[in-house]
């Protein structure tokens, strides 16, 4: 299973890291792991998870 999470405007750099580890951390929580992430010219970020299934 995969969720993808949409970082919102964050222009300064260490920032942007700050958010990103925060993010993937809570999703790591939840049982996801994050496989790629793109930053948008926009200042935004994409990151993309991947959980596997519980069968």
């Known amino acids: ?22 993010t993937a951390n809570a999703m790591y929580e939840q049982g996801y792991v994050l496989v790629t992430m793109s930053i948008t010219p926009s200042a935004k970020a994409i990151l ?8």
């Not at 993309?48 to 069968?55: P, T």
């Open 1 to 22: 299973m995969y969720k993808t999470v949409v970082i919102e405007y964050t222009p300064k750099a260490n920032d942007m890291a700050l958010r990103v580890e925060e």
């Open 48 to 55: 993309v998870f991947k959980k596997d299934r519980e069968d």
